[in-house]
């Protein structure tokens, strides 16, 4: 490791960061952060979100005695700082690669990640969880839970917080407040927070508190009674403490989050605390990096960028547009002639490619913050009204809200345009976010709708589609990134429900595609044509209903069919061809042609860029035909 690291050099791991003086601490968070800086600049991946923990990181560490005792990084962005304490520093430069560390943690990748999180508002649950073990189990060890302002818009935050008032173990809850999570936070909360800290005078006896804080120990009690009584209680009535003690914590806070001192000190006097506690600290951030500093919502995640410009370092003036963007602009679109028409995000707006349609639609475009199945039910009852809602939630998200879309919006056979976002594997963020399962757990509910666009033109037509000329719940699912060709408002047209599309006429084998693997399908053409196999290509575009008349058409014709899809065998658009075929095999006393499911077998898959996951996978232009050319016997 470079020497410009003087301190961070010689950890590796939080025994080695005990063994430092107190003092040196401040320099050792800089050296941290630079390094971050350094490397995540370079390589890409979240950047924001860490820089503004590393204070707290580096305080919990020196005083707690981990792994022992357990802390749980409520999502994973924040969990930089804490990878490169805990013995990975020197793989930082493979975070996210295809055979490197992860972005999020992992039990499996190491002993200090003491739970797996890749979606937010899951900490509490887990450390309580961790305490109730520990306290059955009469072991003896902290449980701590961190999580962020953000993710305190998740009812799953509050749930955990009242049981874990009313079982009143042992638990450490901190609050990250940096004000943002992704996109800027719209939880009463957080409004909440900023007018607290807005007001001078309340600041003025926000530091009075911190200075009574800051005497917590053999006088704690005695400073505790003192706060509470100035101005009758006003410690409950103008801090946030008034909520998290009605849970059951006992309060203490906000203090700064980026001074290490004040940090340390706090938790070395609360960390023999009996019951739930619960300690707020805000932060900044993207804290000592000025460009994320500026801009924290452009540099939560990152690729490859110029560190002094932010600016990538990869030219993409020529590219096609993002499937986020092209959906963007047709919900727009759709929002300028359409009053009834209202969006629905879960803190993505600009993940979702909302951000413009948000701004000049204010009020018909809601960001109802960390809260997926809230999203879910809110859509349902705008949809009940008569009001026509366009749901933009990430596909792996939506599986939180499953439930919500049963009974709440297919049950009632409600019309809601389901927007599924990064559906397919995903690439660098890995399990916790590869959308690869909504196929199958969509497919299953009645009253539901399932498309997939093959291009972007593709994705205008289907969301335009879904809104005017279907009447039920419909689920549009497209990938993550770059789409096919561009999109047109003149080209805009109905999609007949449930129709399919020939692209390419063969004899001896049809390959029938969905969505992203459409392209696929037509590049895997190329090489069998190459090999002497003439093979038909369809654009499936509804997963359901299904196309039957094209289905019963090309059994008829080929004598071999695949199916190819971004998703989940089990379950998936492959199993429902199956399943049809079987039924009319039987109907029609035909026999069995072969039907071969191009899909992902029943696993997890690691993170690594698309391409290279889609040739693990067997799902790659040459993999496919070389599995058709050996049905062929054709070496």
């Given at each position: 490791?470079?020497?410009?690291?003087?301190?961070?050099?010689?950890?590796?791991?939080?025994?080695?960061?005990?063994?430092?003086?107190?003092?040196?601490?401040?320099?050792?968070?800089?050296?941290?952060?630079?390094?971050?800086?350094?490397?995540?600049?370079?390589?890409?991946?979240?950047?924001?979100?860490?820089?503004?923990?590393?204070?707290?990181?580096?305080a919990?560490?020196?005083?707690?005695?981990?792994?022992?005792?357990?802390?749980?990084?409520?999502?994973?962005?924040?969990?930089?700082?804490?990878?490169?304490?805990?013995?990975?520093?020197?793989?930082?430069?493979?975070i996210?690669?295809?055979g490197?560390?992860?972005?999020?943690?992992?039990?499996?990748?190491?002993?200090?990640?003491?739970?797996?999180?890749?979606?937010?508002?899951?900490?509490?649950?887990?450390?309580?969880?961790i305490?109730?073990?520990?306290?059955?189990?009469?072991?003896?060890?902290?449980?701590?839970a961190?999580?962020?302002?953000?993710?305190?818009?998740?009812?799953?935050?509050?749930?955990?917080?009242?049981?874990?008032?009313?079982?009143?173990?042992?638990?450490?809850?901190i609050?990250?407040?940096n004000?943002?999570?992704?996109?800027?936070?719209?939880?009463?909360?957080?409004?909440?927070?900023?007018?607290?800290?807005?007001?001078?005078?309340?600041?003025?006896?926000k530091?009075?508190?911190?200075?009574?804080?800051?005497?917590?120990?053999?006088?704690?009690?005695?400073?505790?009674?003192?706060?509470?009584?100035?101005s009758?209680?006003?410690?409950?009535?103008?801090?946030?403490?008034?909520?998290?003690?009605?849970?059951?914590?006992?309060?203490?806070?906000?203090?700064?989050?980026?001074?290490v001192?004040?940090?340390?000190?706090?938790?070395?006097?609360?960390?023999?605390?009996?019951?739930?506690?619960?300690?707020?600290?805000?932060?900044?951030?993207?804290?000592?990096?000025?460009?994320?500093?500026n801009?924290?919502?452009?540099?939560?995640?990152?690729?490859?960028?110029?560190?002094?410009t932010?600016?990538?370092?990869?030219?993409?003036?020529?590219?096609?547009?993002?499937?986020?963007?092209?959906?963007?602009?047709?919900?727009?679109y759709?929002?300028?002639?359409?009053?009834?028409?209202?969006?629905?995000?879960?803190?993505?707006?600009?993940?979702?490619?909302?951000?413009?349609?948000?701004?000049?639609?204010?009020?018909?475009?809601?960001?109802?913050?960390?809260?997926?199945?809230?999203?879910?039910?809110?859509?349902?009852g705008?949809?009940?009204?008569?009001?026509?809602?366009?749901?933009?939630?990430?596909?792996?998200?939506?599986?939180?809200a499953?439930?919500?879309?049963?009974?709440?919006?297919?049950?009632?056979?409600?019309?809601?345009?389901?927007?599924?976002?990064?559906?397919?594997?995903?690439?660098?963020d890995?399990?916790?976010?590869?959308?690869?399962?909504?196929?199958?757990?969509?497919?299953?509910?009645?009253?539901?709708?399932?498309?997939?666009?093959?291009?972007?033109?593709?994705?205008?037509n289907?969301?335009?589609?879904?809104v005017?000329?279907?009447?039920?719940?419909?689920?549009?699912?497209?990938?993550?990134?770059?789409?096919?060709?561009?999109?047109?408002?003149?080209?805009?047209?109905?999609?007949?429900?449930?129709?399919?599309?020939?692209?390419?006429?063969?004899?001896?084998?049809?390959?029938?595609?969905?969505?992203?693997?459409?392209?696929?399908?037509?590049?895997?053409?190329?090489?069998?044509?190459?090999?002497?196999?003439?093979?038909?290509?369809?654009?499936?575009?509804?997963?359901?209903?299904?196309?039957?008349?094209?289905?019963?058409?090309?059994?008829?014709?080929?004598?071999?069919?695949?199916?190819?899809?971004?998703g989940?065998?089990?379950?998936?658009?492959?199993?429902?061809?199956?399943?049809?075929?079987?039924?009319?095999?039987?109907?029609?006393?035909?026999?069995?042609?072969p039907?071969?499911?191009?899909g992902?077998?029943?696993?997890?898959?690691?993170?690594?860029?698309?391409?290279?996951?889609?040739?693990?996978?067997?799902?790659?232009?040459?993999?496919?035909?070389?599995?058709?050319?050996?049905?062929?016997?054709?070496?």
């Open positions: 490791m470079s020497t410009e690291y003087k301190y961070l050099s010689l950890i590796d791991s939080p025994d080695d960061l005990r063994k430092l003086p107190e003092e040196v601490l401040p320099e050792l968070c800089e050296e941290i952060r630079n390094f971050m800086v350094d490397t995540i600049t370079k390589i890409g991946g979240h950047l924001g979100a860490g820089l503004g923990v590393v204070e707290l990181t580096v919990l560490h020196y005083v707690f005695n981990t792994p022992t005792d357990k802390i749980v990084f409520d999502v994973g962005h924040q969990g930089y700082p804490h990878k490169i304490i805990t013995g990975r520093r020197d793989l930082l430069h493979t996210r690669q295809k490197g560390i992860s972005g999020f943690l992992k039990p499996y990748e190491s002993k200090y990640d003491a739970f797996g999180a890749g979606h937010a508002s899951t900490s509490i649950s887990a450390a309580l969880g305490a109730v073990a520990r306290d059955l189990q009469g072991d003896d060890y902290k449980s701590i961190v999580i962020g302002d953000g993710a305190m818009t998740g009812g799953l935050a509050y749930e955990a917080l009242n049981n874990a008032g009313v079982q009143n173990r042992n638990l450490l809850v609050l990250n407040d004000n943002i999570s992704i996109d800027e936070n719209v939880s009463a909360i957080s409004h909440y927070f900023n007018e607290l800290y807005s007001s001078h005078k309340i600041q003025k006896l530091d009075n508190i911190y200075d009574a804080f800051g005497k917590v120990g053999e006088r704690g009690d005695r400073v505790r009674k003192l706060v509470s009584r100035i009758g209680g006003v410690r409950s009535v103008i801090t946030p403490g008034m909520l998290f003690e009605a849970f059951g914590f006992k309060y203490f806070g906000p203090i700064d989050g980026n001074n001192h004040k940090i340390i000190k706090l938790l070395q006097n609360i960390k023999e605390l009996q019951g739930p506690v619960f300690l707020h600290i805000v932060t900044e951030k993207g804290k000592g990096y000025a460009l994320a500093e801009d924290s919502r452009k540099l939560h995640a990152v690729g490859s960028i110029n560190k002094t932010g600016l990538p370092l990869v030219s993409r003036t020529n590219t096609p547009q993002k499937y986020q963007d092209v959906f963007g602009e047709i919900v727009e759709i929002l300028n002639k359409d009053k009834k028409v209202v969006a629905i995000s879960a803190a993505m707006i600009e993940g979702t490619g909302l951000e413009t349609a948000a701004k000049k639609y204010p009020d018909r475009v809601f960001d109802v913050g960390i809260a997926e199945e809230h999203a879910v039910t809110f859509a349902a705008l949809a009940i009204q008569g009001i026509k809602p366009i749901a933009a939630i990430y596909s792996s998200f939506m599986q939180r499953f439930d919500n879309i049963i009974h709440d919006c297919a049950l009632q056979n409600l019309h809601i345009v389901f927007a599924l976002d990064r559906a397919g594997i995903v690439g660098e890995g399990p916790t976010h590869h959308g690869v399962f909504d196929l199958a757990y969509l497919r299953m509910i009645p009253n539901m709708t399932i498309m997939a666009p093959k291009d972007n033109q593709e994705l205008y289907m969301i335009y589609t879904a005017y000329n279907y009447d039920n719940c419909v689920a549009v699912r497209y990938p993550r990134g770059t789409g096919i060709g561009t999109a047109s408002f003149s080209k805009l047209r109905y999609i007949p429900y449930g129709e399919s599309e020939i692209l390419e006429e063969g004899k001896d084998v049809c390959l029938i595609a969905v969505g992203r693997m459409v392209d696929i399908a037509l590049k895997t053409r190329e090489i069998l044509l190459e090999n002497g196999i003439n093979a038909g290509v369809v654009n499936a575009r509804f997963v359901k209903p299904l196309d039957t008349d094209m289905l019963n058409s090309v059994y008829k014709k080929y004598d071999c069919i695949c199916t190819l899809e971004d989940q065998k089990i379950g998936g658009f492959g199993d429902a061809v199956v399943e049809y075929f079987n039924n009319y095999n039987i109907t029609n006393k035909q026999f069995n042609k039907i071969h499911i191009f992902y077998d029943d696993k997890f898959i690691d993170h690594g860029a698309v391409n290279e996951l889609l040739k693990d996978n067997g799902l790659d232009p040459q993999s496919i035909a070389d599995k058709i050319r050996n049905l062929f016997n054709i070496k």
